[in-house]
């Protein structure tokens, strides 16, 4: 019976039939219905008269006439019918199956106001084969009325429950209470006072009993929305500050005559405009949603495969444990029943001995007992002497541990089964995986001079424990990679690279299983053309430049915290990423660097101040403390100003590898290249060897320039801007910092970023 519900209802108002006639296309339609959808055309304009003068106009353009989008025709509740030139646009209804229904014309105006309109013909649309039907002069009433088609619907209708049901409840429906003829809709109390309540709008809507209901559906029209304040007036405006349809009546005596109203056509039309925006987001959510539940099914499907397998695998290996412990087992029953041998033996050897030996002692017993029973006393004292030696003898022989047992009946085995039972209980789960590659952050890298920071970081979703990871970069001319870090922390700065070159970084983790594949490549570069920008800074380097110099941009970023005070360098390890560096150059391929000394690298009794660009000592020794940049190519030049110079000190001034002795004066070792100098006169030093003595010393508010030309591998020293010696060093290749030894009675300030002193520029010059 309820498959058969949907055959008897009307297409327009979707509800049953109500006095249906039958069309002669054989469909039916509600008698109220098809006068409600007629449309009133011109003659000219008829279907049959357009056919006939050969316009190329379908049984379809009727309906296919202001169709705005997609949802237009399905989720409007009202709309124009504007197809027709010169007919008005006219407020439609929609009806629950997308059907515009058309309430009747207006009269029309008085003969004497309007002239004569033109004829007309009614012409009709059947909604479902979309067939139009121009009426004769007797109108719907040529239409046949179908009481077949009633009486089935009334039978139809007596056999369904007697009970109304309410049609808001989502699981059982209750029994209906009453019904609002507005609404046209069954509630029963609990959902009338959640859903319609008696107040606001809804308080003048009108409640009957369900039975009445019914029958008001049955006979009265579907009608067409009316104002609430005024029931005989049809919505024309929209209330923009209410947010509601009004009639013309609201807007001249009601609450609505001061608000701003629209046009209901056009305001019908932005809805339906923003609705069909917002679906299509909406259905675009939507779409991802059902993409996203297919992905977790396929992830259930795999679960459920990859838990088959691993169950397989993990009762291999319990089984392969249970044969180990069967084997040793085995192994160890066979130790068991060796000792059990053992000791067998060894007690029958004795229980064999002893009987040998007490049949012997017996022997001898009986034979003296029968010597004693001997009545001729010189035969008697002819063998007397050598029985009772051999008594004595035998007796001796019993007293040796004879009577002990050689062998105890305890087993001295022991099995030691704790540490097994211990392992057994701790037995659990490892991650037996390979970690995924790293991720780089590229908003957290950055490079400033030679420098570099890195950083990274494990994929969100992964659950794989991570050891530690390897940092990877190249020698900054496409050569292999060289592992520049290896530990826990996710960032690293990486000092000591050439300036103006471009180097490639990569990273990768690893875990007790293996290493992981590497994460992409990135390409950095070390600073450039600097003197133009930073020539003129002041001292130190104001904090606005150095962020400026963060943000320059490259590919790639990593973030990797150093796990040990200082910096990382080639020697260290790295991961798996490259990187690039570059450094400006200015005239005479000089480099112009920013750099201060460096807490890290320094002796504890350095005391430093002025953003570490100057230091000082709490000792009486010498202490050795170091740039934190590197130089390995390009010229270089620095100057440190003599701040304090008490009791003729010897401070050194020069360049260092990074593993320099710190408690020595600079040049004490192999690994220092410097000048000493007094208020008098400086020497070379280099490997404990002193030379080229120049006169010519310091004092307060003295300058002393060092001046690195790795181009030509050479070092050279001036004092107040003049040249302190001949080239103090040649030949020098390798990787060196800016370093500087002094004890307490001597602080000096470092400046960077200067240009070639005059004397060394006017020399290069020449040919």
């Known amino acids: 019976m309820e498959e058969m519900e949907e055959e008897l209802k009307c297409p327009v108002c979707g509800s049953f039939y109500r006095e249906p006639i039958i069309l002669p296309c054989s469909h039916n339609l509600c008698q109220a219905c098809a006068r409600n959808i007629l449309v009133q055309t011109p003659e000219s304009e008829s279907p049959q008269s357009r056919r006939a003068s050969g316009s190329a106009v379908s049984d379809y353009d009727y309906l296919d006439l202001d169709k705005m989008s997609l949802y237009s025709e399905a989720d409007s509740g009202y709309g124009s019918y504007g197809g027709f030139a010169s007919a008005p646009t ?4 929609k009806s629950p199956n997308g059907v515009r229904v058309f309430p009747p014309a207006a009269p029309p105006p008085p003969a004497a106001l309007a002239p004569p309109p033109p004829p007309r013909n009614a012409c009709l649309t059947c909604p479902q084969c979309h067939r139009s039907l121009v009426l004769d002069e007797r109108g719907l009433r ?83 929305s009316t104002c609430t304040d005024h029931e005989l007036e049809n919505h024309s405006m929209y209330c923009v500050q209410c947010k509601s349809p009004v009639c013309y009546q609201c807007l001249e005596e009601g609450k609505h005559s001061s608000h701003e109203v629209k046009a209901l056509g056009a305001m019908w039309k932005l809805h339906k ?34 838990s088959v397998e691993f169950e397989a695998c993990l009762v291999a290996q319990c089984d392969a444990l249970i044969d180990a412990l069967n084997r040793r087992k085995a192994q160890l029953l066979s130790r068991v029943n060796k000792e059990h041998e053992h000791k067998l033996k060894v007690v029958r050897d004795q229980i064999s001995h002893c009987t040998v030996k007490l049949r012997q002692t017996t022997g001898l017993m009986e034979y003296c007992l029968e010597v004693i029973k001997e009545n001729d006393p010189s035969g008697f004292l002819q063998i007397s002497d050598a029985l009772i030696r051999r008594v004595h003898l035998t007796e001796d022989q019993w007293g040796k541990g004879t009577l002990t047992p050689r062998m105890t009946t305890d087993f001295d085995l022991n099995l030691d089964n704790a540490p097994l039972l211990q392992s057994i209980h701790q037995l659990d789960f490892v991650q037996m995986k390979v970690p995924a590659p790293p991720i780089l952050q590229l908003e957290e ?50 000092d000591g690279l050439h300036f103006n070159s471009t180097y490639s970084a990569r990273v990768k983790a690893f875990n007790k299983t293996g290493v992981s594949p590497y994460s992409k490549t990135l390409v950095l570069q070390t600073s450039e053309d600097t003197q133009s920008e930073e020539q003129t800074l002041p001292f130190p380097v104001p904090l606005e430049r150095s962020q ?46 920013w750099f201060s000394f460096d807490p890290a690298s320094a002796h504890a009794d350095i005391i430093f101040s002025n953003d570490n660009l100057t230091v000082t000592c709490n000792s009486y020794d010498d202490r050795v403390v170091l740039g934190k940049t590197g130089f390995s190519k390009g010229l270089h030049y620095w100057e440190l100003s003599i701040d304090r110079y008490d009791n003729h000190p010897d401070p050194a001034f020069g360049v260092a590898r990074i593993d320099v002795l710190k408690d020595a004066m600079l040049g004490k070792d192999d690994k220092a290249w410097a000048m000493y100098v007094d208020n008098n006169r400086s020497w070379f030093m280099h490997n404990n060897s002193h030379t080229n003595r120049t006169e010519g010393g310091i004092t307060k508010g003295a300058t002393v320039g060092v001046l690195l030309d790795l181009t030509r591998r050479t070092l050279t020293f001036s004092i107040n801007e003049d040249q302190q010696g001949p080239v103090a060093f040649e030949n020098l290749e390798g990787l060196f910092f800016p370093a500087v030894s002094l004890n307490r009675n001597v602080q000096v300030t470092l400046h960077t970023g200067l240009p070639v002193p005059e004397f060394y520029a006017s020399r290069s010059a020449m040919p």
């Not at 006219?90 to 209804?93: D, Y």
């Not at 029963?188 to 008001?216: F, I």
């Not at 790639?556 to 990187?579: I, K, V």
């Not at 570059?582 to 005479?588: D, F, G, I, K, R």
């Open 90 to 93: 006219t407020p439609c209804q």
């Open 548 to 593: 400026l110099r963060r943000m320059s941009p490259f590919s790639s970023t990593l973030n990797l915290q150093p796990s040990f005070p200082g910096r990382s360098y080639f020697e260290l390890r790295s991961s798996a990423h490259q990187l690039s560096l570059h450094s400006s150059l200015q005239s005479l391929n000089s480099a112009v660097a």
């Open 273 to 306: 405009s923003q609705l069909s925006q917002a679906l299509n987001g909406l259905s675009d959510r939507a779409k991802e949603a059902k993409e996203f539940l297919v992905q977790l099914r396929n992830m259930v499907q795999q679960i459920q495969e990859n």
């Open 142 to 224: 040529g239409f046949p009325r179908n009481r077949l088609l009633e009486g089935v619907i009334d039978r139809y209708q007596q056999g369904r429950a007697a009970a109304l049901r309410c049609q808001l409840c989502e699981k059982a429906p209750k029994e209906a209470a009453v019904m609002c003829e507005q609404c046209d809709v069954f509630y029963c109390d609990p959902c009338r006072l959640r859903c319609h309540p008696p107040r606001g709008p809804l308080a003048k809507h009108r409640l009957v009993p369900p039975a009445q209901g019914r029958v008001s559906r049955r006979l009265s029209p579907r009608k067409i």
């Open 445 to 494: 890298c950055c490079t400033h001079n030679n420098s570099a920071t890195l950083s990274w970081k494990q994929p969100p979703l992964s659950t794989v424990q991570v050891e530690g990871y390897i940092l990877e970069l190249d020698d900054g001319n496409g050569g292999q990679f060289r592992e520049v870090y290896v530990g826990k922390e996710t960032m690293c700065t990486v």
